[in-house]
């Protein structure tokens, strides 16, 4: 168990809606991060936080939006969603977002969009 | 703009059938260079960093050393227990977040 929460374990839903992906950091972390999986792409960082404030952006589309919360809580935000946005979404937390910290990843929100 | 490419995709070893997983990387000033596994169904588990060339680390049947250009993870004396998917992330100067390749799948039989 790496200490990362990330709610729900899976999501099905419709074209064209919104859903909302939950991340609880490992306890102490201050650095939250969310990537997304697909077969053909991989892990792709989507962006990271730290301590409230948004820190580095990755290929995250305008229609994903994220914040992190006082408690460091994170939570990403998935508008308009497309077929193609179908993915595993995994959150990982570290101590400070700093230099060379490796990364804890939570179990992953598997994302169907039907 | 960083790359990291990982070889072979997929890979099936006989237990005991030692070999070697490569992750090229290309990137503008490398801080560290990162290992992980993930298992089916989970979330990638930290393995190693390595953060100069020369560099080697090890933990139980794996090693893994850094050159300039790419990385090896060896896998010696293999069991099932072994199979996952192995994945390579780069750190740059540029940021701080990790550049993935998208892994080799390992697959150990008894």
């Known amino acids: 168990d790496s200490g990362v929460t990330q709610t729900p374990k899976h999501l099905i839903t419709a074209t064209g809606q919104r859903v909302t992906l939950r991340c609880s950091p490992r306890?102490?972390?201050?650095?939250v991060y969310w990537y997304q999986q697909s077969l053909d792409q991989g892990l792709q960082f989507l962006i990271q936080?730290?301590?409230?404030?948004?820190?580095a952006k990755g290929n995250i589309l305008e229609r994903f939006s994220a914040q992190q919360f006082p408690d460091l809580h994170s939570e990403l935000n998935l508008s308009s969603l497309e077929l193609g946005d179908s993915a595993l979404y995994f959150c990982?937390?570290?101590?400070?977002?700093?230099?060379?910290?490796?990364?804890?990843f939570g179990s992953g929100t598997q994302l169907s969009v039907l | 703009e960083d790359q990291v490419t990982q070889s072979p995709e997929a890979l099936r070893l006989q237990e005991g059938e030692s070999s070697s997983l490569n992750c090229s990387y290309t990137?503008?000033?490398?801080?560290?260079l990162f290992w992980y596994r993930q298992d089916p169904g989970k979330g990638p588990e930290f393995l190693f960093t390595?953060?100069?060339a020369g560099e080697e680390k090890e933990k139980e049947r794996l090693k893994a050393t850094l050159t300039k250009k790419e990385s090896f993870l060896h896998i010696t004396a293999p069991k099932p227990e072994d199979s996952a998917t192995y994945l390579c992330?780069?750190?740059?100067?540029?940021?701080?977040?990790?550049?993935f390749g998208k892994g080799t799948s390992l697959l150990v039989t008894p």
């Open positions: 990982a937390s570290s101590v400070s977002g700093g230099t060379n910290e490796k990364l804890f």
């Open positions: 306890s102490g972390d201050l650095s």
């Open positions: 936080y730290y301590n409230g404030e948004e820190r």
């Open positions: 990137v503008s000033g490398l801080r560290g």
């Open positions: 390595l953060y100069s």
């Open positions: 992330a780069v750190q740059a100067h540029s940021g701080y977040a990790l550049n």
